[in-house]
């Protein structure tokens, strides 16, 4: 294809372009892992590391997006979700170009690479894929259709989209905004009918009582979850799926047989416990101990220390909990061990447990601006009993805790990519109402440049969340292993966008945008937790990301 034919703001134009952005990625990526020795010198470079793994990130979503562009096309659907598909790798295209700009000098990246990449007909060609007029058209059509601009999948996961929706609708949108406002414990219907539904199921494989349809299926349900109530019902899934990949991973037979039946169908609800008040990114420098004991003649192990940032560690009936069981502090990641840790499941903001051998357990909520309804409890251990058999991967398990909770940790970024898409997209439905309903200076607000300009502007962000979530999802079942960058890459730019889309929502809305009364509000606070948990966005970007593609 030619220059000039790549001019229209075609499919195979945006090819051309993203073709452009990889011609310009390449150099840099080639230069990064020279300047950081293959990844071993990100520290002396983290601005330069940061700017080439968003810049990879953004690409990776730009090819993703062609490609679904693409399969849709050739089934004659979606010849909306074309237009719009341009738009958004152009988008992500620019993006990328700018970004490697800002750090040019420091890779050794001259005009002329940019040049060679970008002639001036390429770069005619991008400026008029993302001119504004054409995102205005986007965000009128957005607009038309209320915000529901979800892209079409095949009929087992539209089935699975609708199924969950419809529950989502019924059962938890008409509690979400009491839960958030007075900070209450999730309704035990949700949970109850979620098990039933085998929403904790999806990704479990048949023989061990789940369903196995499939980590797709698993983001879709996250999304129309989250789509309701981020905090309500959307992050139910994350605990089991975290516990579940790590079993999957690094459990004994009996262990899975015993506990992934217990998650599948909602007996066994986790909270996940790695975090403490001095450590936090560093995962390797867990200081919670773990030290061999009894109780009542039962072999097993007291955990001794503190902990904090448990998500529904109150309501949970087992924590996954990562311990120290070398005491030697060299022994860093080595010296971590996981465990399924019992305790009894309570309610409200604070709890503390004793058991019949002396062990006790105190847990205390930390109150947030959102992300409500589940609580994140500091906890405090003290020669907490642990059965023996409950050390993930038993014996075999010492010393294998850190690489089977990043694992799991893994699966947890896809499924938080989920939650950003599910965020967004109810930013935008919210959104797309208020301003057709909303008249200033006579007209409705819909009506101006500015209104459309921003509403396509969310619609595309959103279509490039989903386009690297869903790709990262098939990716996960394919090779969980080597598909972990790219759901760390899917949970960077979704949760991201997920920011932007709910505060640009949050604009829109003006004055009552800022007001509890309207659910936008809520979606803000609750979006602005995504890039920090599961991997806080800078440690992603570095030593996730970063590291895995600048290694040699
Ligand atoms: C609402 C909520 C729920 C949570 N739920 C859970 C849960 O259920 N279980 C759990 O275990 N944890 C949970 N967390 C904890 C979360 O995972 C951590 O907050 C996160 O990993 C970051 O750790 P930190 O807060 O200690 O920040 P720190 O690690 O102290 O980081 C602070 C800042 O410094 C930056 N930084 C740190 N190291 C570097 C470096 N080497 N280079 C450059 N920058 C650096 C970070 O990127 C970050 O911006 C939750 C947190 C919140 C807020």
Redesign the pocket.
Known sequence: MTVQEAAQPTLEGAAVLLGAGESLLDPALLRARALTRNGAAI?DH?VVTERVAYAATELRAARELLSFARSIAAEGRGADHETAAVAAISDLVASLRARLESVALELGLDDAVFEQAFPAALRAQLRAATRESHVRAIGRATIEKRGRTEPPLDETLEQVRASVREFAEKEVLPHAEHIHRHDEDIPESFIETMGKLGYFGLSIPEQYGGHELGNLAMVLTTEELSRASLAAAGSLIT?PEILTKALLQGGSEAQKQHWLPRLASGEVMV?????EPD????VAAVKCRAVRGTQAGRPGWLIQGP??????AGRANVLALLARTDPDPAAGAKGLSLFIVPKLPAGGHGFEQQQPGGGRLVGKADA?PG?RGMH?FTLNFENWFVPAENLVGEDGGLGKGFYLQMGGFAAGRLQTGGRGCGLAQAALEETSKYVAGRTQFGRPIADYQLTQYTLGRMALRLFQARAITYAAALAMDQDERAAAPLAAQAKLLACDIAVEVTQQGQLMHGGWGYAEEYPISRYVVDAS?LP????????LE??VIGRALLAG
């Open positions: 520290d983290q605990r909270g996940v416990s790695v975090t450590v936090g990114s560093d902990k904090a940032w448990c998500t529904f947030t992300y994140s937790v920090i948990f599961e991997g806080v966005k800078p440690i570095l030593k």
